[in-house]
Nanobody, 116 residues
Framework: QVQLVESGGGLVQAGGSLRLSCTAS????????LGWHRQAPGKQRELVAA???????NYADSAKGRFTISRDNAKNTVYLQMNSLKPEDTAVYYC??????????WGQGTQITVST
């Protein structure tokens, strides 16, 4: 059974930082591309950051310079370090593990609320 479990969400003031973690089980973690997506109320889910199995990263324009995605294959965990948070970063953040078109898994999501 595949599970992706996010942690680290919560309430933070604007300008603050949070680090999200997503730990996977039931998959060969190292061969999966990983991503963090978010969905704000009334909006579509969007990609925030992604990292390939080889460690290459890409970011949404809104995340560049503020967020950093990383992975620790020994711990089956992907991280999202978020700095200089803004109220518009408020959303449910989801972890995703994907292997081409073969398999695609999502976590249950964790809420981040950034207050002014």
């Amino acid at each position: 059974q595949v599970q992706l479990v996010e942690s680290g969400g919560g309430l933070v003031q604007a300008g603050g930082s949070l680090r999200l973690s997503c730990t996977a089980s039931g998959i060969m973690f190292s061969i999966y591309a990983l991503g963090w997506h978010r969905q704000a109320p009334g909006k579509q889910r969007e990609l925030v950051a992604a990292i390939t199995s080889g460690g290459s990263t890409n970011y949404a324009d809104s995340a560049k310079g503020r967020f950093t995605i990383s992975r620790d294959n020994a711990k089956n965990t992907v991280y999202l370090q978020m700095n200089s948070l803004k109220p518009e970063d408020t959303a449910v953040y989801y972890c995703r593990a994907r292997r081409a078109t073969i398999s695609d898994y999502w976590g249950q999501g964790t809420q981040i609320t950034v207050s002014t």
